[in-house]
């Protein structure tokens, strides 16, 4: 298999994606075997070179939002200064909750900083707008993280109720302590019950929740949305683009 030349030059030019990652190590692995099994390589040298910082001592996102805990900017602003003094020409962060500090990071530093929430939208591109399903932490819907900018898509977002929002943060939990199998039970029917709601796709908006519903074949699979996939997509675009390239633009 031949790489697209773009890629090749992007490659000799030095392009190296650097990866936020920690938030949680689980879902750092999953991220980089997406971009690895994303791009079109037929051997090592043709893959990205990739520099991780899996920074797991970063303060919990959502406790943060919701006033319960540390502020973890501190932590992914000096993770952010690693990754740029390890020459990253682009940075992904593959938690979602994590980019409530988005703009604020993104203040820090030339380096283009991704959005994950623009990733998934581009993957819902060409579709007429209408309602989108949101199974994410509490911190991530409470900062409206996936509402504010997917309805500038056309987008609606509709996510679980009271009830089914405690479900899907005991699912994230389990996940974090490596506990699939329940995970995956309660996370199946959370989507499910924002299908059976309206919402024809359900976007799995917390990197935790794709490790978990990995499994999930039948119609469920169809209507899945992986953000952790659509970020990892457009980092391979990035550099294939040139991080650079004043036509990229950087993320808002």
Not at 89 to 106: G, M
Not at 121 to 145: F, N
Request: net charge negative; with cysteine; charged share 15%.
């Amino acid at each position: 298999m031949d790489l697209p030349p773009r890629i090749v030059l992007a490659q000799q030019e030095g392009a190296m994606l650097g990866v936020l990652g920690g938030m949680g190590p689980m879902a750092t692995v999953d991220f980089m075997g997406k971009v690895v099994r994303n791009t079109p390589a037929a051997c090592d040298q043709e893959h990205i070179p990739m520099v991780v910082c899996s920074a797991v001592n970063i303060p919990d996102r959502t406790a943060a939002i919701l006033g319960e805990g540390a502020d973890p900017f501190p932590a992914m602003r000096d993770t952010l200064r690693r990754l740029e003094a390890a020459g990253a020409s682009c940075i992904a962060i593959p938690c979602n909750t994590a980019h409530y500090w988005h703009a604020a990071l993104q203040a820090e530093t030339s380096v283009r900083v991704l959005h994950i929430v623009d990733a998934v939208a581009d993957t819902l591109a060409g579709q007429e707008g209408g309602c989108i399903g949101v199974l994410a932490t509490s911190g991530t819907i409470k900062a409206g993280i996936y509402q504010k900018r997917l309805a500038l898509r056309g987008f609606a977002c509709r996510t679980p109720d009271a009830a089914g929002q405690t479900d899907v943060m005991r699912a994230i939990r389990l996940v974090k302590a490596g506990q699939l199998a329940e995970a995956t039970a309660i996370l199946r029917a959370q989507a499910e019950v924002l299908v059976a709601a309206g919402c024809r796709q359900v976007v799995m908006a917390c990197t935790e929740i794709p490790v978990a519903l990995a499994s999930v074949g039948g119609a469920l699979r169809s209507t899945l949305v992986d953000a952790t996939e659509a970020l990892a997509s457009a980092c391979i675009e990035a550099c294939a683009a040139g991080t650079n390239d004043p036509a990229m633009g950087l993320a808002a």
